[in-house]
């Protein structure tokens, strides 16, 4: 009890995770359209219908070309390309031209020269009233009058119509351009093409010649601004010139003072030379100490140069040679000796008066050298200044200079490009020329009616085709045995064809009330298929229920207790509680006690169960409906009676309620030695059916396996595939067969 309890409580709306889609099939493809192939039929003739009815109320068009040979390259005389954007000379200049052929501005010009939009017969369709205006009556579209449109409306509506209805295609590997229209009129299909190029080409030479006009205002004008700015600035030149009294700057000012620079830098280093010359001198001079006298200054090389000083050397040394003879010769108070000693005095103070003189003219010297160094830098800084300031004065004169230059080039070339441009030869050359004018077409190129009215059968094919398969696509239910174990992964247990019944017969009976039927030989293999399913187990509990109301299941549960009560003693219980039937369709006595009854009341089961007239089947009713019948059938109470049941009748069929809408099967199962789960045919989804499935494999029931109920076997035969000679042959062939 409690272990039924425990399942009872299970999340029956969890589910595991859904299996893969349907690969795609498509032999079960080709049955779909073969199915539907009369919907499909019908669908193809009614498009065509209207295809036919569509293509002949379609007016003929006429087609007409006109070929232009495009100048792509034209002799230049001038070279102007400012002024004239030359030729590509590749694909794109000749697509070029071919949108200016189909501008809006040559269709605008067209309809004013053929005076198109006067012509009722070939203004556009823009200014006719819409279709559903045409249908509708004019009361109920608008209640004000309708206005004409204006010219301008109707000549823009023209060259739109112009514009879509022709065609300018560029022949490979030319320079051709073909012009073609198309128009319900053949004369004005010729017309166009001719006046679209005449007009191409008009327009291309006026276009020209206002671009022409336009240069030469701009050539003009620009020449006489550039006139100007060159006399303004060639009087600037020379107004600078007078003002700095510059003749030639860069021969003679310039040469003169880069020479003057270049002598000052020599004399210069000469000086700074001399002046180091007098110091380094004037150091040794400096660096003899007074003490050593004026033997130690004679020895200075400064010293020894001076002339003065060696001739007064020399004196020195006649007047000490003289000395020296007279003092051998006499004594020191002979009057020569005197006279000599005198000389030899007069010498030394000579030669050091001398060697005074020398050292003073050093000091003099090394003065001398730095005012004549001072004065050179001097006059090399004041040679450097005025040549930086003639730089100067030639960078400014530089850039006057290259302004009258520009100006002067500037103005000879415009001068040049006008000259160019009022040359007329080339003006006058076309861009294109006519090859081969557009001639009044004599029969109709179009439309094709054989080929809309083709395309639409096709395209009609194909839809009604997609159609089929999409709808078979969405259609989920299980049509045959084979989808059946294909897609609920259970055996197929049997099969019941789908039955006519008169309408005061009912089908729960048909077993017993007509044995000879196709109806009551698929409930002999069922009941076959059931016995044969555990032949080690003399006793059978089958439980049959169904996902959904409506399925047959109570018809399969009483048909087959029927079959079975031919070979053992069988009991039907109705365990439908929610909506019990058996009684009535079984004919039950009045007030018979039943299943809700026997459980709740202890009654004994011989008191409940009544045999049905004309069989041995033994119906054990729902009796009384309770308040909750999930408690009854769940209680220890019901496991008893049933397993009291159990030991009176050899086999017991109970019919239950649908899987999905109540968990009262879940519970009989437990007690239950074997499931049938009923699936009708062409009307149950399979995913609902295995969900139904699942629920019963969550709690451990033993499926048996699925009836499929209700199948039209001429149907499945036809558009399926199976069952090929098994139904209407066979039975009409030993008189089985009814419909």
């Known amino acids: 009890m409690n272990t039924l309890r425990e399942r009872e409580l299970v999340s029956f709306g969890e589910l595991p995770p859904d299996e893969p889609e349907e690969t795609l099939d498509l032999v079960r493809y080709w049955r779909a359209v073969n199915r539907n192939k009369w919907r499909i039929a019908a669908l193809v003739a009614a498009v065509a219908l209207l295809a036919v009815l569509y293509a002949q109320s379609l007016p003929s068009v006429y087609q007409a070309t006109a070929t232009i040979l495009v100048e792509t390259s034209r002799p230049k005389v001038v070279s102007i390309e400012d002024v004239y954007n030359g030729s590509l000379g590749s694909y794109e200049y000749l697509y070029t031209q071919a949108g200016i052929l189909q501008s809006r501005e040559l269709a605008t010009r067209l309809v004013r020269k053929l005076d198109l939009a006067s ?108 006139k100007k700015k060159l006399v303004a600035s060639e009087k600037a030149l020379q107004e600078f010139r007078e003002r700095e009294k510059i003749l030639d700057i860069k021969g003679l000012s310039l040469g003169g003072a880069t020479r003057e620079i270049e002598q000052l830098t020599t004399s210069l280093i000469e000086a700074r030379r001399k002046r180091a010359e007098a110091e380094a001198a004037l150091d040794q001079v400096k660096g003899v100490r007074v003490a050593d006298g004026v033997v130690a200054v004679e020895a200075l090389p400064a010293v020894l140069r001076s002339s003065l000083v060696q001739r007064a050397k020399d004196q020195l040394a006649d007047a000490e040679r003289r000395l020296a003879d007279a003092s051998k010769r006499y004594g020191s108070e002979h009057p020569r000796m005197i006279a000599a000693q005198a000389e030899l005095r007069a010498a030394q103070e000579n030669l050091e008066r001398q060697v005074r003189v020398v050292i003073a003219s050093i000091q003099k010297e090394y003065e001398a050298a730095r005012a004549n160094e001072a ?120 099969v019941v064809h789908k039955t006519k019944v008169k309408r005061d017969q009912h089908i729960e009976r048909l077993f017993l009330e007509d044995t000879a039927s196709a109806f009551a030989e698929d409930i002999r293999t069922l009941r076959s298929g059931v016995l044969l399913s555990a032949l080690d187990s003399p006793q059978k509990t089958v439980l049959v229920t169904s996902a959904l109301p409506g399925e047959g299941k109570s018809t399969v549960a009483a048909n087959l207790a029927f079959a079975l009560s031919h070979v053992k003693k069988t009991l039907l219980i109705d365990a439908d509680m929610r909506r019990p039937q058996m009684g009535h369709v079984l004919g039950a006595p009045p007030h018979t006690p039943g299943l809700s009854n026997l459980v709740a009341e202890d009654l004994e089961p011989g008191r409940c169960v009544f045999t049905v007239q004309g069989s041995d089947l033994c119906v054990l009713t729902s009796g009384r409906i309770p308040a909750n019948p999930l408690e009854l059938l769940s209680a220890h109470r019901f496991v008893e009676v049933l397993e009291k049941l159990k030991g009176l009748f050899e086999a017991i069929v109970i019919d239950s309620a649908p899987v999905q809408m109540v968990s009262d099967p879940l519970v009989i199962s437990q007690v239950a030695s074997a499931v049938l789960y009923v699936v009708r045919a062409d009307d149950t989804p399979y995913p609902v059916a295995r969900q139904g499935i699942r629920r019963l494999q969550r709690v451990n029931a033993h499926i048996l396996g699925v009836v499929l109920n209700q199948l039209d076997v001429a149907k499945a035969e036809k558009y399926y595939g199976e069952y090929s000679g098994y139904g209407s042959r066979y039975y009409r062939k030993h008189g089985y067969y009814k419909r």
């Open 119 to 226: 012509r009722p017969e070939h203004r556009p369709r823009a200014d006719s009233k819409p279709w559903y205006a045409r249908v509708l009556p004019a009361s109920i579209m608008s209640s004000k009058p309708a206005v004409p449109p204006s010219p301008e409306v109707l000549e823009r509506g023209m060259a739109a119509a112009i514009q879509s209805a022709t065609n300018v295609k560029v022949v490979r590997n030319s320079q051709l351009l073909e012009i073609s229209f198309q128009s319900t009129d053949p004369q004005l299909a010729a017309q166009v093409p001719n006046a679209l190029a005449d007009l191409y080409i008009t327009a291309d030479l006026e276009a020209r010649f206002k671009m022409h006009e336009r240069a030469m205002a701009f050539l003009s004008e620009q020449s006489e601004a550039l």
């Open 375 to 494: 004065a050179t830098e001097r006059a090399l800084t004041r040679a450097k200044a005025d040549v930086q300031s003639l730089n100067r004065k030639e960078f400014q004169l530089a850039s006057l200079e290259r302004e009258v230059s520009t100006n002067r080039q500037l103005y000879d070339l415009f001068m040049q490009r006008s000259k160019e441009t009022n040359v007329s030869s080339e003006l006058q050359s076309a861009v294109a020329r006519v090859i081969d004018p557009a001639v009044v077409p004599t029969s109709p190129s179009g439309p094709n009616k054989r080929r809309i009215v083709l395309i639409a059968v096709f395209a009609a094919l194909l839809v009604g085709m997609a159609l089929a398969v999409l709808i078979e696509r969405l259609d989920n239910t299980v049509k045959t045995s084979h989808e059946t174990e294909a897609k609920l992964e259970l055996p197929t247990i049997g």
